[in-house]
């Protein structure tokens, strides 16, 4: 398995700010992934994040939005950019370490005013 | 396209009797399928997967899930629900594949387990 930690846990931001959200992993691992659950909704894949280059996006999101960074094989951040309330959402980072299983994050429970 | 529909948006069940949370998928090749359980203001923990071999899996905290091909269904089953198994429970399938995509999850929209002691 894996210990997958973010910060912060949650936060309270205002429109048109930013803020970047950290994802810390106790084991390297190749594949790692940012999630959004918008209240009430299911989970949406937002990006791959892959070390040493540039992440890829799922289809309706976008880079200048939602930045990432994966410097190493235990660390990505995800940056919510220009924030707008329907940026409310949790965000959650995801890895598969070994035998197909894929662990989240506790989740960045984030709220735009 | 992979999807994943759990047509029951709650289920409520009483304490000690057996519960069932539907999940029917849709890929088109073979599927690896999961369950999560999201407890309130909390991530999604695992709880099982089905990848190949005994179509029954067993996984965390006594639920089980049966796959079940010819339905393309992946129900979670437990014999004796608890209080503490209310939670908001997720299927979710990944098509068996090779290439960059490969472990990308779909997600059904949740059902909500509600246990009346």
Request: charged residues 15%.
């Amino acid at each position: 398995s894996a210990v997958i930690s973010q910060k912060p846990s949650r936060d309270i931001c205002q429109r048109g700010t930013s803020l970047t959200i950290q994802c810390q992993v106790d084991s390297q691992v190749t594949m790692m992934f940012w999630y959004r659950q918008q209240p009430g909704q299911s989970l949406t894949l937002i990006a791959t994040a892959n070390q040493g280059s540039e992440a890829t996006y799922e289809s309706g999101f976008v880079i200048d939005k939602f930045p990432i960074s994966r410097p190493n094989l235990t660390f990505s951040t995800l940056t919510v950019s220009n924030m707008s309330p329907e940026d409310s959402s949790i965000y959650l980072c995801s890895v598969v370490p070994q035998h197909n299983e894929q662990f989240f994050g506790p989740g960045t429970r984030l709220t735009v005013l | 396209a992979q999807s994943v529909a759990q047509p029951e948006d709650q289920v409520n069940v009483a304490e000690g009797n057996p519960l069932t949370v539907k999940c029917t998928y849709s890929v088109s090749g073979n599927p690896y399928l999961f369950w999560y359980v999201q407890y309130p203001n909390r991530g999604l923990q695992f709880l099982l997967k089905y990848i190949t071999g005994d179509n029954l899996v067993k996984g965390s905290y006594g639920f089980e899930a049966e796959f079940n091909k010819s339905q393309t269904s992946f129900h979670l089953k437990k014999p004796s629900a608890l209080v503490s198994d209310s939670a908001l429970y997720f299927c979710a399938v990944r098509e068996v594949h090779s290439g960059a995509g490969s472990y990308q999850l779909t997600f059904g929209k949740g059902t909500k387990l509600s246990v009346i002691p």
